[in-house]
């Protein structure tokens, strides 16, 4: 199980400390979305080069908290890439890319969303979503990876689990250095 809290305060520790302290301010007093705004647009004004796995992971918790896709995912695609390696990618252009749900054996009223893909073992992290009238639902209904041919689940999350999914995702493949949150 992920420590939600030290993760808050290892991406807190990549900007400058007055901007540091704010966000773990944040944390601190139960403002975690107001912290996430100040988290991305720090890392945008400073222009702190971040890798895949930290962006990914900003990503999980910007979810965890209603932030995700919208308002933070526009920006922090925006935020600079560093040239760390990392097999952690971040899918950017969800948007384009949801497809029924039943090319993998799940419902016919949700649709998969490729969210976050190890580039090691070609595995996916992806949501589910329902799919209603007006097009699909904000909050996912699971967490799913799925093969490296993206045509059947190797594992499934129910709703509210998106850092036990991108656990298991890291620790998929036999890649040590990605089981390290």
């Not at 895949?52 to 900003?58: F, G, L, W, Y």
């Amino acid at each position: 199980m992920t420590d939600e809290a030290a993760v808050w305060h290892r991406l807190a520790a990549l900007l400058p400390p007055d901007d540091a302290r704010a966000v773990e301010d944040c944390w601190g007093i139960g403002e975690q979305e107001g912290g996430l705004e100040l988290l991305v647009a720090a890392l945008l004004r400073h222009q702190v080069p971040i890798d895949e796995t930290i962006r990914a992971e900003i990503a999980v918790v910007c979810e965890a908290w209603g932030m995700w896709p919208f308002p933070l995912a526009p920006r922090l695609s925006q935020c600079p890439g560093s040239t760390t390696a990392s097999v952690l990618q971040l899918i950017e252009n969800t948007a384009s890319a949801p497809q029924p749900a039943t090319t993998v054996g799940l419902g016919d009223q949700l649709v998969l969303v490729p969210w976050i893909s190890c580039t090691a073992c070609g595995r996916t992290l992806a949501r589910t979503h329902t799919l209603e009238p007006w097009g699909m639902s904000l909050t996912p209904e699971h967490y799913v990876i799925l093969d490296p041919g993206q045509s059947a689940i190797d594992r499934l999350f129910m709703q509210g689990n998106g850092w036990d999914a991108l656990t298991a995702l890291r620790t998929s493949c036999e890649k040590p250095e990605l089981a390290q949150p």
